[in-house]
């Protein structure tokens, strides 16, 4: 049997779901709550559905023959509706078109503000690890710990949660974190988070390792500026210094492929988004937060250095000016304390990004070859 469904990738269906936070882009309805049903306490109603179908047929809708395999299963022909409205757009060609349904997933995705009301994404993001990523609270805080209650997962699910303790001892050192948006915090775990299931939704309670210490904002850093060649110091250095890891990604360094950051990659997913600014201050908390696990000479620190505490991240627009994103940011720096700036941050583009990790991944094999010869003489 030859392939001739167009499906959506699994990548392809969560962006969807993102992009209209989880609500019904037709009739407005949530399309996540708990559930004592479901395995994982979260009930998921929510359907990524195709706009042309993604195969031609007898039941297909708004089949469009000229479309590629890619056109067909590319996130712009998908649209994130109920399950009930799943079924109706499929019943009713006449009243749904292609048109229509475009129409509709545009200015639903325009109008899902997660800072506004009536948002069903109650609370903010909260990250354990790099694979569970979950809108949630905190519920307490004290030297016993923190509590956080998780109301549905972005990514993950409810059995990563509960294989945590199981599987914590094979997460890699670097993974084993909790970032916390609500508070623009993080820090890596002291021990194995316990997990609890309380009436309908999931509680986690974790105690963090003590942080390291940060470099002083106002005085210890000087670099060379990449722009004209002068010396930068101070704050100066800092701003350079924060634009670079943020516009260095990940695993694009060949010396260490577990540097940089996400930023890029969040960019082209989430663009036009809310979710973007939300996802981004997340990485921002991590590179603040969760030191490198390269000692430097001067001692285990963050990739930004200096940075205690995320405080605010927004992106005003999403336009590129020479490649690069301004985001305001409001950081509470070692030192200075509270401090607002707007970075320009580059942004590698989807070929870039490919290039660049493949060059990185081959020059670090050469690297590790070289090593290893080394060792032996
Ligand atoms: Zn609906």
């Given at each position: 049997m030859t392939k001739t469904r167009n499906d959506f990738s699994a990548r392809t269906k969560l962006d969807l779901a993102l992009r209209a936070s989880y609500v019904c882009s037709s009739c407005k309805?949530?399309?996540?709550?708990?559930?004592?049903?479901?395995?994982?306490?979260?009930?998921?109603?929510?359907?990524?559905?195709?706009?042309?179908?993604?195969?031609?047929?007898?039941?297909?809708?708004?089949?469009?023959?000229?479309?590629?395999?890619?056109?067909?299963?590319?996130?712009?022909?998908?649209?994130?509706?109920?399950?009930?409205?799943?079924?109706?757009?499929?019943?009713?060609?006449?009243?749904?078109?292609?048109?229509?349904?475009?129409?509709?997933?545009?200015?639903?995705?325009?109008?899902?503000?997660?800072?506004?009301?009536?948002?069903?994404?109650?609370?903010?993001?909260?990250?354990?690890?790099?694979?569970?990523?979950?809108?949630?609270?905190?519920?307490?805080?004290g030297p016993d710990g923190t509590r956080v209650r998780l109301s549905h997962f972005v990514s993950g699910s409810g059995r990563d949660l509960w294989s945590l303790n199981r599987d914590f001892g094979t997460w890699l050192p670097e993974r084993r974190y909790v970032l916390l948006n609500e508070l623009g915090f993080g820090g890596l775990l002291a021990d194995p988070p316990i997990v609890e299931r309380v009436g309908q939704a999931y509680e986690v309670q974790f105690r963090l390792q003590d942080q390291v210490p940060r470099r002083d904002a106002a005085a210890s850093l000087s670099t060379m500026s990449r722009e004209d060649g002068r010396l930068l110091h101070g704050l100066e250095a800092y701003i350079q210094h924060f634009e670079t890891v943020l516009g260095m990604a990940l695993g694009t360094w060949f010396a260490d492929l577990g540097q940089?950051?996400?930023?890029?990659?969040?960019?082209?997913?989430?663009?036009?988004?809310?979710?973007?600014?939300?996802?981004?201050?997340?990485?921002?908390?991590?590179?603040?937060?969760?030191?490198?696990?390269?000692?430097?000479?001067?001692?285990?620190?963050?990739?930004?250095?200096?940075?205690?505490?995320?405080?605010?991240?927004?992106?005003?627009?999403?336009?590129?000016?020479?490649?690069?994103?301004?985001?305001?940011?409001?950081?509470?720096?070692?030192?200075?304390?509270?401090?607002?700036?707007?970075?320009?941050?580059?942004?590698?583009?989807?070929?870039?990004?490919?290039?660049?990790?493949?060059?990185a991944r081959f020059h670090n094999k050469k690297l590790r070859t070289i090593e290893a010869e080394n060792r032996k003489v």
């Amino acid at each position: 049997m030859t392939k001739t469904r167009n499906d959506f990738s699994a990548r392809t269906k969560l962006d969807l779901a993102l992009r209209a936070s989880y609500v019904c882009s037709s009739c407005k309805l949530s399309t996540v709550g708990p559930s004592d049903e479901a395995p994982d306490a979260v009930t998921m109603i929510g359907v990524a559905a195709h706009i042309c179908s993604a195969a031609p047929g007898p039941g297909a809708r708004r089949y469009d023959p000229t479309m590629t395999p890619e056109e067909r299963s590319h996130i712009d022909n998908g649209i994130w509706l109920c399950a009930s409205c799943g079924v109706l757009i499929d019943r009713d060609e006449k009243r749904f078109t292609a048109d229509h349904l475009r129409r509709m997933k545009r200015e639903h995705e325009g109008s899902r503000r997660i800072e506004g009301s009536g948002s069903d994404a109650e609370g903010d993001l909260i990250s354990i690890g790099r694979d569970i990523v979950a809108v949630g609270s905190i519920v307490h805080s004290g030297p016993d710990g923190t509590r956080v209650r998780l109301s549905h997962f972005v990514s993950g699910s409810g059995r990563d949660l509960w294989s945590l303790n199981r599987d914590f001892g094979t997460w890699l050192p670097e993974r084993r974190y909790v970032l916390l948006n609500e508070l623009g915090f993080g820090g890596l775990l002291a021990d194995p988070p316990i997990v609890e299931r309380v009436g309908q939704a999931y509680e986690v309670q974790f105690r963090l390792q003590d942080q390291v210490p940060r470099r002083d904002a106002a005085a210890s850093l000087s670099t060379m500026s990449r722009e004209d060649g002068r010396l930068l110091h101070g704050l100066e250095a800092y701003i350079q210094h924060f634009e670079t890891v943020l516009g260095m990604a990940l695993g694009t360094w060949f010396a260490d492929l577990g540097q940089g950051s996400d930023l890029s990659d969040l960019y082209w997913r989430y663009r036009g988004s809310p979710w973007f600014g939300r996802l981004a201050m997340m990485e921002m908390i991590r590179l603040s937060c969760i030191p490198r696990f390269k000692e430097g000479r001067d001692g285990p620190s963050t990739p930004f250095l200096a940075v205690n505490r995320i405080d605010r991240v927004e992106v005003p627009s999403f336009d590129l000016t020479n490649q690069k994103l301004a985001i305001e940011v409001r950081f509470d720096l070692e030192g200075l304390g509270q401090w607002d700036h707007v970075l320009s941050v580059f942004v590698s583009t989807p070929e870039q990004l490919a290039r660049g990790r493949e060059n990185a991944r081959f020059h670090n094999k050469k690297l590790r070859t070289i090593e290893a010869e080394n060792r032996k003489v």
